[in-house]
């Protein structure tokens, strides 16, 4: 239902829900959080906005607690809700958009429960695993008229969005090809995802990001998935849990012409790697070529005891880092929180930003926002269903499938050498 308008002249409120409460939130959302609180929202188009995180949701509620005893007045009094219900006592409390960052084969049980209450979400990366899913949800979104969001945290990095400023404007002419990376340190696989990793694979959960910059980035249409990948080091080596993945992705566009993309994604490097987390892209294009990569345009520094565990050695200032401003103020900022006051401001435009009878216009011109929207996420998901069905493929021993998007057999295929028919994914176009 649409929020009352409020006068200009106080501050207005969205109250926020959460659900889960791991590494992602501490590193994004709850900066957010404080500064909102601290802080609160401007914009022109609703005014003064408070943002008041009361309710979160968890399987223990241990890490609720923990966090309201640090976080002190930092931070708003809320509701911990814990248990296996605990995501159904939130979304029938009085938040107005709940943010899901659980493991990513939760997202969808929460999201639905969320939007059957009538609640604007957003998701963390990927939004969903399967197409079906995804059909799910924003139906539902639509009947409902509510905001359904994902976050893609890298289409804001500068380097990312300078990239698609040039191929917008056309100074890079139609891509060739592109190569992306990304490792992760052991600490990571076997420590903050331990309790979830089984079953999973690094190209799902972080990979990810790079399908949609690619997707987002260069338009066209997903033709072909292919992919492999090793196990043995944080699960069994004839397990379902993968030490890392290489996935291949080609497009064809309005041309006639293809690219193909690689992506390489690990999350077992050694600790002591001085990248931490390393990303590297390259993209080819007929008229020139993009490299960027996430060491050589930061800073390295070195702490004789302390570098480069409980301080790295090379940091990414840009996604989210804590500073003593010039002013003497201390503050945490970075494209991983701008991504999530970019999504309140979207909320609060489509219920505060106007006369309830413009609330349709104003929810229609949000949705269409390719950047972060699920009705926009379909070749996104479609790849990362490939991807996960032919990981469990060569898991079960078949390996070298091939999953083709959009063929006569049906929107998503797969494709088994030695196999006399293909396997249907997704019946429908995608």
Same mark, same amino acid.
């Given at each position: 239902m649409p929020l009352e308008v409020a006068s200009n002249s106080k501050p207005r409120q969205l109250r926020a829900g959460m659900v889960g409460?791991?590494?992602?939130?501490?590193?994004?959302?709850?900066?957010?959080?404080?500064?909102?609180?601290?802080?609160?929202?401007?914009?022109?188009?609703?005014?003064?906005?408070?943002?008041? /995180? =009361?309710?979160? +949701?968890? &399987?223990?509620?241990?890490? #609720?607690?923990?966090?309201?005893?640090?976080?002190? %007045?930092?931070?708003?009094?809320?509701?911990?809700?814990?248990?296996?219900?605990?995501?159904?006592?939130?979304?029938?409390?009085?938040?107005?958009?709940?943010?899901?960052?659980?493991?990513?084969?939760?997202?969808?049980?929460?999201?639905?429960?969320?939007?059957?209450?009538?609640?604007?979400?957003?998701?963390?990366?990927?939004?969903?695993?399967?197409?079906?899913?995804?059909?799910? /949800? =924003?139906?539902? +979104?639509? &009947?409902?008229?509510?905001? #359904?969001?994902?976050?893609?945290?890298?289409?804001? %990095?500068?380097?990312?969005?300078?990239?698609?400023?040039?191929?917008?404007?056309?100074?890079?002419?139609?891509?060739?090809?592109?190569?992306?990376?990304?490792?992760?340190?052991?600490?990571?696989s076997g420590g903050q995802f331990a309790e979830w990793i089984t079953g999973r694979n690094p190209?799902?959960?972080?990979?990810?990001?790079?399908?949609?910059?690619?997707?987002?980035?260069?338009?066209?249409?997903?033709?072909?998935?292919?992919?492999?990948?090793?196990?043995?080091?944080?699960?069994?080596?004839?397990?379902?849990?993968?030490?890392?993945?290489?996935?291949?992705?080609?497009?064809e566009y309005a041309s006639g012409r293809e690219a193909a993309f690689d992506i390489h994604t690990s999350w077992v490097t050694p600790d002591n790697f001085p990248g931490y987390v390393e990303q590297e892209v390259q993209f080819r294009f007929d008229n020139g070529i993009w490299n960027g990569h996430s060491r050589k345009r930061g800073v390295e520094c070195t702490v004789e005891g302390r570098t480069p565990f409980t301080l790295k050695t090379t940091m990414n200032n840009h996604y989210n880092g804590t500073f003593l401003e010039p002013w003497g103020e201390r503050s945490q900022r970075g494209y991983g929180i701008e991504v999530l006051e970019r999504f309140v401001r979207e909320v609060a435009f489509v219920e505060l930003g106007g006369a309830a009878s413009e609330r349709e216009h104003r929810f229609q011109s949000t949705r269409n926002l390719t950047y972060n929207d699920l009705g926009a996420d379909r070749q996104t998901v479609a790849a990362v269903q490939g991807l996960e069905a032919i990981l469990d493929r060569q898991y079960r021993g078949q390996p070298d499938c091939v999953v083709r998007v959009n063929d006569a057999a049906g929107g998503l295929v797969l494709y088994r050498p030695g196999a006399a028919e293909p396997e249907v994914l997704y019946g429908p176009a995608v």
């Open positions: 409460l791991g590494m992602i939130f501490d590193e994004t959302y709850r900066p957010f959080f404080e500064r909102a609180h601290a802080e609160s929202i401007y914009d022109k188009r609703f005014g003064v906005l408070d943002v008041p /995180l =009361t309710a979160v +949701a968890s &399987r223990t509620g241990s890490r #609720a607690e923990k966090y309201r005893q640090s976080a002190g %007045d930092k931070i708003s009094p809320f509701v911990s809700f814990s248990g296996d219900d605990s995501i159904q006592q939130l979304v029938a409390s009085d938040v107005d958009f709940v943010c899901i960052a659980t493991p990513d084969n939760r997202h969808f049980s929460a999201a639905k429960a969320a939007l059957l209450a009538g609640k604007h979400i957003i998701i963390e990366k990927p939004s969903v695993l399967s197409l079906s899913e995804l059909d799910e /949800l =924003t139906q539902l +979104a639509g &009947r409902k008229k509510l905001l #359904a969001k994902v976050v893609y945290h890298k289409l804001l %990095d500068p380097d990312h969005k300078k990239l698609r400023t040039l191929v917008s404007d056309q100074v890079l002419s139609h891509v060739n090809n592109g190569y992306c990376s990304l490792l992760e340190p052991k600490s990571i190209g799902t959960y972080v990979a990810v990001h790079y399908i949609k910059l690619i997707d987002f980035t260069f338009g066209g249409r997903l033709k072909t998935i292919t992919a492999t990948g090793q196990r043995g080091l944080v699960g069994p080596q004839d397990g379902p849990t993968w030490d890392s993945c290489q996935m291949r992705m080609i497009y």
